[in-house]
């Protein structure tokens, strides 16, 4: 499934959820457009994976719904072709990013070259501090949640014309945010490669100013500064300026400053096309060593990823509105085997989390309870995935409490041995009825099932679902 693609699912799932009185599709339309489909669809399990049937059957389904719907109102067309110009957005930062490097020195240094440039300054300990910062999250922090993308948040306005009648606005905003959730993975690597590409032509935009110069002027360095009043001073400001630089091998004549050689430029004292000659490549290469080159490599890692997500997009197919349809289109059962972890199940409890399973994947679903992980229980004790049957498509799912304070080395054991037994597609239960009992359904509730969303990510669970099993 692409983007364009599961925009057309998540319009079909905002109109049937969001259009209750039947406006825009009637449940007879969807109905009959699934039986249509399914009809023309192989059986899953024989010639295509149900992976691959269910995206087939959800997109062509979506796709003959959405010929009914705008043949009705044309307007909603708007939602699917309304997608942003990306490759213009980033031409139009990169364009700026060109502008603002070649302007900011030209500002700063109209009538001679500066050794302590603020722009040259800044661009450098800019892009070094957004390393180091980077390099201090992947060690000591954890992962946050995705920020949903403005672009997707607004998508859903794309397309609502004035003349909507009522109920359009409740479709929009629906639209608008199902497309932001899912999509802030694919606008957030877009984003991310237009700036990457924006801040390798801030550095370029300085180089092509200072070329300009060296091309028709043959111009001296010096430098002055109010707060650096010695050579000395200066001198090491310029030594770690251009360490990034001095420190590797084989250069040759391209040598980083002597401090005799910076008081000799002092407020311009004495010209030396030597040094002016030198300081152009020291600062040729530092800027594109440490800024051009890897802002350029990490622009197309992310343009990459973002190909990846539009090609093969990521939806949640156990959303309990595609689950459904999935199961009612395929005609097999769907089983659900749980492994619960420091939480005992009985019968109402074991009630509750069938008809929670039946809620998620579709009213056929089968539960399967593997026996309970007790609390600091080795995680080599979690018992195995059981095969699959005939005609049985099987999901897999932790069930754990959000009573308890989520621990990396009791909880997060469990999921590094769940993820080896069921994969980190498996689904996360966190039953919320013991918490709500005690503490309310308030603020504390959601505090706690962020802090658990926020502790599940760096394991690699994306798919997560807040259940009520009762006190």
Known sequence: MNEAEARTVLLIQAIETADGEGRLLTPAQGREASEVVRAGLPKPGRTLRHQAWSERFLTQRAQRLFQEVVARRPALRGFVEGAAPWGVLALLVAIAGFAAGFASDALANPQRIN?????????????????????????????????????????GLAAWPGRWRRGGLAVASRFGRTWARAAAPLWQARARAAL???????????????????????????????????????????????????????????????????????????????????????????????????RLLLCLVQWGRARRLSRHFPLDLADPYFARLIADGSGQRWRL???????????????????????????????????????????????????????????????????????????????????????????????????????????????????????????????????????
């Open 196 to 294: 990457h590409l924006g801040a390798a032509m801030v550095a370029l935009g300085l180089l092509a100013y200072v070329g300009a110069r060296a091309l028709t002027h043959e111009f001296n360095v010096g430098w002055e500064s109010q707060l650096i009043k010695t050579p000395e001073g200066a001198h090491q400001v310029l030594g770690l300026l251009f360490l990034p630089v001095s420190a590797l091998p084989g250069l040759g004549g391209v040598a980083p400053f002597t401090l005799d050689e910076v008081a000799r430029m002092h407020h311009w004292a004495q010209g030396d096309p030597e040094l002016a000659d030198r300081w152009l490549a020291l600062v040729t290469l530092l800027l594109g060593l440490c800024v051009v080159l890897p």
């Open 337 to 471: 085997v749980v492994w619960p972890y420091a939480l005992n199940l009985d019968a109402t409890r074991t009630s509750a989390l069938t008809h929670q399973a039946r809620e998620l994947l579709g009213g056929e679903t089968a539960l399967q309870v593997q026996p309970a992980l007790a609390y600091g229980a080795a995680p080599q004790a979690l018992a195995a995935k059981p095969a699959s049957a005939e005609g049985e498509v099987q999901e897999s799912a932790a069930l754990l409490s959000l009573a308890a304070t989520p621990e990396a080395e009791t909880h997060g054991a469990f999921l590094q041995r769940l993820a080896q037994v069921a994969g980190t597609q498996a689904l996360v239960l966190l039953d919320a009825g013991s918490f709500a009992a005690r503490l309310g359904q308030g603020e504390r509730l959601k505090e706690r099932e962020s802090l658990w969303r926020e502790f599940l990510r760096p394991y690699g669970f994306s798919r997560i679902h807040v259940v009520d099993l009762g006190a």
């Open 115 to 155: 050794l302590l440039s603020a722009p040259l300054l800044a661009v450098v300990l800019w892009n070094l501090l957004l390393a180091l910062a980077w390099l201090l999250s992947r060690l000591f922090l954890r992962r946050r949640h995705a920020p949903r993308s403005l672009s997707g948040l607004l998508a």
